[in-house]
């Protein structure tokens, strides 16, 4: 079933609009008594709008949009991921997305080229996408049909865009990128061919270092995340690749991996005044070292992965927290560190114990305005680390 708009009479549309922020399910049990609207269509249109609320606020703003199935929903770009990725693609005379989907990254990314083609495989988001760019007056050229056979047809293209499917087809999700769909590594003889630069978009599951070494003409790798949750991992190829650029990002922060020359951990005071967690993207390129280097922290371990200071670095990349007391598991120590406690949040890194195993032991609530921080140090002691929030 299409749901553009030549297949959504008035009556639904009004529907829709006046509907638009009601709950889905209530409205389902309620029913309709106009004939004329089609409800199974305008609930699902009224869904597509609620999530687009968070995840394309500008779309969701237009009345006009039409929206997919759910997968398709859960699967596309955020609008914040997708404005990330527009200056990668810069600007030109050819840009092709072999895998358009919903067209939410194909809209930004192509919007500095003359010529802007957009390849789906699956006619129904054709259809609906056909739609959205006609009403976002958006002028570029759909095409329903493999990636592999558009992409035989092309002579050039300064920008050749793909997310491969990470589904197979029992629905089941993939991660590899041999597994996707189109397999990129089978197609990437041809694709440096065709282009002058490669965007991918791969999972963030991915070992990022497995697949520059794979792709071997990765120049970038972009770790993306939004509100501290790893989203997407975007790889810019391109022949004659210099140096490989790691960036790490989380919402507006920036963090570009630097070199690691010579490292020397500072020496921090027996009592150091703050503690800092990475956010998820500096976790998923594993730069600690390149962190510790650039801001002069110290790690408390290889594998702990939090940092220490005695002065406060106010642009750290994650989270920042002031240390008001450091414990021992000593039984005795832990019931004077904790005095007056009666809940906290919890977090281990390389640590013996879970955090539910722990806030058992400590006999803690979960919540409040106080943060523990169960860890290994350097010398292999165990120590809870007490603090509060900066920010």
């Not at 997708?82 to 358009?100: E, I, Q, S």
């Not at 259809?127 to 002028?139: G, M, P, V």
């Not at 750290?316 to 560190?337: C, V, Y």
């Not at 290994?376 to 900066?390: E, P, S, V």
């Amino acid at each position: 079933m299409y749901f553009c708009s030549m297949f959504i009479n008035e009556d639904t549309w009004q529907y829709i609009r006046q509907h638009a922020d009601e709950d889905v399910r209530k409205l389902a049990l309620q029913g309709v008594g106009n004939p004329s609207v089609d409800l199974p269509t305008a609930l699902h249109q009224i869904a597509g709008r609620q999530t687009a609320q968070h995840k394309l606020p500008s779309w969701a703003a237009n009345n006009s949009i039409i929206y997919p199935p759910h997968l398709n929903m859960e699967q596309c770009s955020s609008e914040q991921t997708a404005r990330y990725k527009a200056p990668l693609a810069g600007k030109g005379n050819v840009y092709v997305d072999l895998t358009g989907g919903f067209g939410v990254d194909f809209y930004w990314m192509s919007q500095g080229f003359k010529e802007r083609t957009y390849v789906e495989r699956d006619e129904q988001l054709c259809a609906i996408s056909t739609e959205n760019f006609h009403t976002l007056d958006h002028d570029c050229s759909v095409v329903n049909g493999s990636a592999v056979d558009y992409l035989a047809t092309i002579p050039h293209a300064d920008v050749i865009y793909l997310d491969p499917a990470r589904r197979n087809e029992h629905g089941g999700r993939t991660y590899s990128i041999e597994d996707c769909t189109p397999n990129v590594l089978e197609l990437l003889p041809v694709l440096m061919q065709k282009a002058d630069r490669i965007i991918l978009k791969l999972s963030p599951m991915l070992d990022w270092r497995k697949a520059v070494n794979d792709l071997k003409h990765v120049a970038e790798v972009h770790i993306v995340s939004v509100n501290n949750e790893c989203k997407e991992l975007v790889l810019v190829l391109k022949e004659n690749a210099d140096a490989l650029r790691v960036v790490c990002v989380n919402d507006d922060s920036i963090f570009e991996v630097p070199p690691i020359l010579n490292h020397q951990s500072p020496t921090i005071s027996q009592h150091p005044s703050y503690l800092y967690e990475p956010n998820a993207s500096i976790m998923k390129a594993g730069c600690f070292g390149a962190v510790a280097n650039k801001y002069g922290l110290q790690q408390i371990a290889d594998n702990s992965h939090l940092f220490l200071s005695s002065d406060e670095i106010e642009d750290f990349p994650g989270r920042r927290f002031q240390i008001t007391a450091i414990s021992s598991m000593n039984k005795h120590e832990l019931k004077d560190a904790l005095k007056g406690l009666d809940r906290a949040n919890i977090a281990v890194r390389n640590f013996p114990l879970s955090v539910d195993q722990l806030r058992k032991k400590l006999k803690l609530k979960d919540g409040g305005e106080v943060y523990l921080f169960a860890t290994t140090m350097a010398d292999g002691q165990h120590r809870l680390f007490i603090c509060r929030k900066i920010g």
